[in-house]
């Protein structure tokens, strides 16, 4: 089963860090580049970072920019999201998303894993 | 960078309507644009790329249109389980971006 778990989320005090986790099975890893995508309580969904499936090109949203870091383990499966300096807006649910063919972004994202609740607080 | 706005933001609707859903992007962006729809507390799931492409395993009664800056997501009959929320999605270029969503709600 193509599956995408992930883990890491939890309560933190603003300026603090938090490292998510996105654990891929059912498929060849490698093969494709990912996705982080945040939705705050209530709210809608927001792109935050893709991956290439080589980590040759990695893009973020501007509000992330320099605080947050997208890398990834092929051999072992793995996408992360390292948030730094973190503040009350980056509350959100963090979800990792495939893309659906390779590195063709252009073509959306059809795996997502459950999310995991990243809530911003002191 | 693209902003895409959808209309309407709130839709009611029947078991049986036929319901569509308007995504407009504040520049072209060809037919890079993508559809989801979301249930309360679970993930996004994609049902159109490339504006037209219906997803494997998405039902026939969903289907997509459009190129440039104007789509339309169209439920041919809507069944009990689509109701949920709808958004659109730009892939054209970075920032991605997604529209504000769309409601779907029982009559």
């Known amino acids: 089963e193509v599956q995408l778990v992930e883990s890491g989320g939890g309560l933190v005090k603003p300026g603090g860090s938090l490292r998510l986790s996105c654990a891929a099975s059912?498929?060849?890893?490698?093969?494709?580049?990912m996705n982080w995508v945040r939705q705050a309580p209530g709210k809608g969904l927001e792109w935050v970072s893709f991956i290439r499936s080589s980590s040759s090109d990695i893009y973020y949203r501007d509000s992330v920019k320099g605080r947050f870091t997208t890398s990834r383990d092929n051999p072992k499966n793995s996408l992360y999201l390292e948030m730094n300096s973190l503040r009350a807006e980056d509350t959100a649910v963090y979800y990792c998303?495939?893309?659906?063919?390779?590195?063709?972004?252009?073509?959306?994202?059809?795996?997502w894993g459950q999310g995991t609740t990243v809530i911003v607080s002191s | 960078d693209f902003q895409l706005t959808q209309s309407p933001s709130f839709l009611s609707a029947s078991v049986g309507d036929r319901v569509t859903i308007t995504c407009r992007a504040s520049q072209g962006i060809s037919t890079y644009l993508a559809w989801y729809q979301q249930k309360p507390g679970k993930a996004p799931k994609l049902l159109i790329y490339v504006a037209t492409t219906l997803q494997s395993g998405v039902p026939s009664r969903f289907s997509g249109s459009g190129s440039g800056t104007e789509f339309t997501l169209t439920i041919s009959s809507l069944q009990p389980e689509d109701f949920a929320t709808y958004y659109c999605q730009q892939l054209n270029s970075y920032p991605l971006t997604f529209g504000g969503g769309t409601k779907v709600d029982i009559k």
């Open positions: 998303a495939r893309v659906v063919y390779g590195d063709y972004v252009y073509y959306g994202m059809d795996v």
């Open positions: 059912g498929f060849t890893f490698n093969h494709y580049g």
